[in-house]
């Protein structure tokens, strides 16, 4: 069930804003005028974002950004997958005029982009907040060179960690990297916003930084769609004295930024309708920007004035203390940092905002109601006791289970995982991780481990797990640590075919790029050999004796070694040639509750389907089982049997 | 209408109910609404909890809402519909797919299956309660308890007049029409 849920691309609908419906005697009658108007909505066609312009459709922000850029006509972009980002590279893929593509890594997305935008296209590398901290080398340096091509950085920021393993405030880069940053707070915003982003990129010569959050990503709302403006590809002629970032060079590069950011500061106040004031009440003004100007809207309605900024750097600070000085009382409503709050307090003015609104967490309105009028809402209080938590778990079927059961067993073992799907082998019943960081920390927190026992005569086993994406993104650089520093840790490349945390990308490792193209697919043997481990072995993770083997052998190992599990992930569509090497499981497994001796060993592996009753012992759901046959395996009384072929 | 109204979906991922919030929402726009639609991607899909809001109304400014605020939460699970009830308004209704699902505690052993949630909920809300589940079953397709449960909130949101025949074509793979088709007209049907 699941698996359909997940594969099921049904995205947008479109329709027609002049498309009314009159109702009368419980008959729809159409107006039939606009009757003819009506459009088919297309779910299934990959055409769907082609709509005409002056259309409306509901789009979700990520959806809208990739619009807007290729309204805009950018040529190039390039990103890696990161929750609540995915999706703007999934859109644009279905562009034909822009080259998309999935890179292994943030930084390698920007440098691309980079070098598209200096050859002269305008170009979009997309990044969730943390992969901004992959990134961050080369957008620091690119804001001191200027553009070719007008060129985008867009940053998925998650407050409320829906999906990420920290909250940081991306707005900060803007102002560490000096560079631009434009903030829309919808989907409609996000479409117009990043057009201009381009032409402040390129009348400005600098990079701009464009940043939604989860509830702008992964919300619809109505956007109007228009035509792709085409912007040929600039001319490119070798500039060493702009392109080539030498200290000399450079030097000047941060004076002429300096000058530049004067001169955006002046278009933030001056020219810009990004930002802007509605004006409704002279007693309380709110200064705000991004989603939370739709929370404040819903809270305060037109009883407030609003500065409603959507370019908040260079931050307008004449625009602000022409604000201020139309109401009596200022609020500052921003999620996390205080970001403006602190520029605005800078400025001498005095505001009310983080000593009463949360810095943790995700806003919305019923917290800030609660914040600066004191107002609760009653609500119906849930019983503790009758709600047991409901944690996300490895899928029934997923391949990654059988690695961390044997894991689990090896008591006294470190296990250093690492960012996907995975992490969740850390959860009850499989408890099998010590450590989780950041993309590629799995396998180097790996080897400082493994150092650090060495030196203290420790004799404790290191296993440092990784999934194939993760590995390409940030392990490989990591493994050459392993090898060049001489550590004896087993690093485990959980390779499951495909990105999946994610909703399933391409990635180096599958075979196809992400405009669906066929490609070369890595061999992580070789690949892991070049690099000059020795010891390397290729299993079937839904084995369990061969897993079991696997891991035996490198425990007295003196020399670094690594375990590749190859099996595609339970959810994934197999391409044609992985139909071959994988053939679907016609077969599904039951307990026979006459052998079943209660022992729940069955329940160790932590598996969905499975579940127990004290009188009649394991029991199996045949409509989410997928016969992966991994409990089969673990149970001792051979309770548990084989239907189908 | 010039208020917004609220509605929160909850569940458990793989029970469709990201699907039936895009039907619902592709309907709301027809009716001319203005609408916004938030869901939650990510590490939630793998077996937790799933919601998804939908507010609409004559303008809508905010796409989420908080606790106290939800006109109708839509439970397709007993124990999420308790866990997530303090985001009911207290005169909202709650309409209940009476069905139960282990999460990983229980299943695997350390956790007993709460009892009684749904006689607690009778008492305290609202309550629209009906085995959706069971009916799906009894139609052909246990899958098709999202659109039991989307008939249900129809009824509740006065839609009915709707053209849903077209929509859910719009938006279910052909194979599956037929059976959904039924599914909502026998739900729509119940008293």
Redesign the interface.
């Given at each position: 069930?699941?698996g359909?849920?997940?594969l099921?691309k049904?995205r947008l609908?479109e329709?027609n804003p002049l498309?009314?419906?009159i109702?009368s005697h419980?008959?729809?009658i159409y107006h039939e005028k606009y009757f003819t108007q009506t459009c088919i909505?297309d779910?299934y066609s990959k055409n769907f974002l082609k709509g005409v312009s002056n259309m409306k459709k509901?789009l979700t922000g990520n959806e809208a950004t990739a619009r807007g850029a290729w309204e805009a006509g950018v040529h190039f972009a390039s990103a890696y997958p990161g929750?609540?980002s995915t999706e703007i590279l999934e859109t644009m893929a279905n562009y034909k005029e822009v080259y998309s593509e999935w890179a292994p890594n943030e930084k390698v997305a920007v440098e691309a982009s980079v070098g598209a935008s200096i050859a002269g296209a305008r170009s979009l590398a997309a990044m969730k907040h943390v992969g901004m901290n992959v990134a961050a080398d080369p957008i620091f340096t690119y804001a001191y060179l200027g553009v070719n091509g007008g060129y985008v950085v867009v940053t998925a920021d998650d407050p409320g960690l829906?999906?990420s393993q920290n909250e940081q405030d991306n707005r900060y880069y803007a102002r560490h990297a000096k560079m631009p940053l434009i903030e829309p707070s919808?989907s409609q915003e996000a479409k117009d916003f990043i057009k201009e982003a381009y032409e402040v990129s390129e009348r400005f010569d600098v990079p701009v930084l464009f940043r939604l959050t989860t509830?702008i990503c992964?919300?619809?709302?109505?956007v109007e769609l228009e035509d792709r403006k085409e912007v040929e590809v600039k001319k490119y002629k070798r500039n060493i004295q702009k392109f080539v970032a030498t200290p000399a060079a450079n030097r000047v590069h941060h004076v002429e930024l300096e000058e530049k950011l004067k001169k955006l500061e002046e278009y933030a106040n001056n020219e810009t309708k990004l930002n802007r004031e509605e004006i409704n009440s002279d007693e309380i003004g709110i200064i705000t920007s991004g989603?939370s100007y739709?929370?404040a809207?819903?809270v305060f309605g037109e009883d407030a004035s609003y500065l409603k900024l959507g370019f908040t750097f260079p931050i307008p600070k004449e625009k602000i203390r022409n604000f201020a000085k139309k109401v009596k009382k200022i609020y500052v409503i921003e999620e996390n940092e205080p970001f403006l709050e602190t520029e605005i307090k800078a400025l001498g003015i005095e505001v009310t905002g983080k000593d009463k609104i949360p810095l943790t967490g995700e806003l919305?309105?019923?917290?800030i109601?609660e914040a600066l009028l004191g107002e609760?809402?009653?609500?119906?209080?849930?019983?503790p006791?009758?709600?047991?938590?409901?944690?996300?778990?490895?899928?029934s079927g997923c391949p990654h289970r059988g690695m961390f059961f044997e894991l689990s067993k090896k008591k006294g073992a470190v296990i250093t995982g690492d960012i996907g799907?995975y992490?969740?082998g850390s959860?009850?019943?499989l408890n099998a991780m010590d450590t989780v960081i950041c993309m590629g920390a799995g396998v180097s927190a790996a080897h400082g481990f493994a150092k650090v026992f060495e030196r203290t005569n420790q004799k404790r086993k290191v296993f440092g797990v990784v999934g194939d994406s993760t590995f390409f993104h940030s392990g490989i650089t990591s493994l050459l640590d392993i090898v060049y520093n001489k550590s004896n840790a087993t690093i485990i490349i959980l390779d499951n075919r495909i990105t999946a945390?994610?909703?399933h990308q391409e990635n180096p490792g599958t075979g196809y790029s992400l405009m669906r193209e066929k490609t070369d697919e890595v061999d992580f043997e070789k690949l892991v050999r070049a690099i000059g481990i020795k010891h390397v072995r290729t299993i079937n993770p839904n084995n369990l004796d061969e897993v079991k083997e696997s891991i035996d052998e490198t425990m007295e190992l003196e020399e670094p070694s690594v375990i590749i599990t190859r099996y595609p992930c339970v959810l994934k569509k197999l391409h044609e040639e992985e139909k071959e090497e994988f053939a679907p499981v016609q077969h599904i497994y039951k307990v026979n509750t006459e052998k079943c001796s209660k022992c729940?060993m069955c329940?160790k592996i932590?598996c969905?389907s499975?579940?127990?009753d004290k009188e009649t012992g394991a029991y199996i759901d045949p409509?989410s089982c997928v016969g992966c046959s991994v409990c089969a395996q673990v149970c001792t009384f051979d309770a548990i049997e084989k239907v189908g072929v | 209408m010039k208020e917004t109204k609220n509605i929160l979906l909850v569940g458990v991922g793989g029970q469709g109910i990201i699907l039936i919030s895009k039907i619902l929402s592709a309907a709301l726009i027809k009716a001319g609404y203005d609408i916004k639609m938030s869901e939650v991607h990510g590490m939630a899909q793998r077996g937790g909890a799933v919601t998804t809001q939908i507010r609409f109304g004559e303008k809508v400014y905010s796409p989420i809402i908080g606790k106290g605020s939800a006109d109708f939460v839509v439970a397709f699970e007993k124990m999420e519909a308790m866990r997530w009830l303090d985001y009911l308004k207290p005169d909202g209704k709650l309409i209940l797919n009476d069905f139960e699902l282990g999460s990983a505690p229980i299943l695997a052993g350390k956790a007993e299956y709460p009892e009684k949630i749904v006689e607690e909920l009778k008492e305290r809300t609202n309550l629209i309660s009906l085995k959706a589940s069971d009916l799906a079953s009894e139609i052909g397709n246990i899958k098709t308890m999202n659109i039991i449960m989307l008939a249900q909130l129809t009824k509740e949101l006065g839609l009915e007049d709707i053209e849903w025949e077209d929509i859910l074509k719009e938006n279910i793979k052909p194979k599956f029409h037929e059976i959904n088709l039924k599914a909502f007209e026998k739900s729509l049907s119940l008293n």
């Open positions: 069930m699941l359909i849920l997940f099921q049904i609908r329709f498309y009314l419906r109702l419980n008959k729809t909505i779910v509901l929750t609540p829906h999906s919808d509830r992964h919300s619809y709302s109505l989603i739709q929370y809207k819903e919305n309105p019923d917290i109601r609760k809402r009653e609500t119906v209080q849930p019983n006791e009758k709600i047991v938590a409901r944690p996300p778990t490895l899928c799907c992490t969740l959860a009850d019943p945390m994610t909703g729940k329940l932590g969905p499975i579940s127990f409509n | -």
